[in-house]
């Protein structure tokens, strides 16, 4: 039981209780592919009938929480983001095999129950409603990290998101995304209240900061500062999260303390994609997946993201940072060209001929793992 007096946990207020009821009854639509029709999901009602089906076939559930910005949107309103997946978390244990695909069938099993009247339901497979409704599967199974994911889709960007965790090394990026709400005092409260929630008759709910301090965590969202611990911890670095907080005015806590964090990000990133198209392929997914419908603010993000990495990177030999430099740059000017920012965009054209090297798929990856540097320091 976790004691509530440690500084890593704080009691919600009414007006954050009042946001999180909002979060959980609103209704949001999950879209099929092809002819399947959309699903209108209340958040409280999805999560309640899986948490119902898991304790039936056996499966603990030990607590189920709100993740990720969205608990930070009930925390703090108007941070200068929108929140954008629902990231549900149930901790429950994973020791085989099995409980991995019980889940799965139980989440697939779960959608059956909100498709519209008149659909005939008998006919519809588990391995159909994952085609027509799922847009991401994970399943990670390690010594240190069991856990899995399956993400519902949602044209908007607002994806249902329900993650199933034994075990995870690392549960957050930054202080502002650190955030986890408890939510089965609500879901206790939906299910046995008599009368509707009010500032005097309402659930005690709890959050917890993965950072390890409550408050600190708190005054950062607030004042829109950029803190964190061992980024050489995050895969990636955290550095694409970084540059998309700078973009929305987030600064960093320590200003000289986050030049040499910097490093850590960028040493990070690349040795986590040290290949061209990989980093291509990261960039492209986060800017598809955090950008939906701020496509003004797609180029400022890259602009900043080159910055960072112009400025920060010091693992990368001359060629490749140049490269990737100049990844960033045509991928920026991709980018205002699909918003006709640049006149006649369609007329120019750009050439861009890598080095005969970088066309060998093991180049970059023998650079990295031939310098024998650790994976939790700067490559200087």
Known sequence: MENKEDPKFSVLNWEQVSRLDEVLTEAVPVHGRGNFPTLEVRLKDIVARVHSRLDRCGIVVKDIRLNGSTASHV???????????LDVIFRVDLQHETEFRRIKEVVLGTLLDFLPEGV??????????????????????TEQDRWSLISLSNN???????????SIRRQF???VDSFQILLNPMLHFY???QKPMSQDFHPTVSGESMYGDFNMALTHLKKKLIDTKRP??????????????LVRDFRPADEEEFKGLERYMCSRFFIDFPDIGEQQRKVEAYL????IGEEKSKYDYLMILRRVVNESTVCLMGHERRQTLHLISLMAFRVLAEQNAIPDASSVTCYYQPAPY??????????????????WLPCN
């Open 75 to 85: 925390l703090v309103q108007d941070i200068g983001w929108s929140y954008k997946d």
């Open 191 to 193: 299910e046995l209240a």
């Open 156 to 166: 908007n960007g607002r994806n249902v998101e329900l993650k199933f965790v034994d």
């Open 358 to 375: 970088v066309r060998d798929h093991n180049f970059s990856n023998y650079y990295v793992a031939n310098q024998n540097i650790p994976t």
């Open 288 to 291: 598809q997946s955090h950008f």
């Open 120 to 141: 005939n339901k008998d006919k519809i497979t588990p391995m159909t409603l994952k085609e027509a409704y799922v847009q991401k599967l994970v399943k990670v199974n």
């Open 173 to 175: 990026e930054f202080s």
């Open 232 to 245: 050489e911890e995050i895969r990636g670095g955290g550095l694409l999260k970084y540059c998309n907080l």
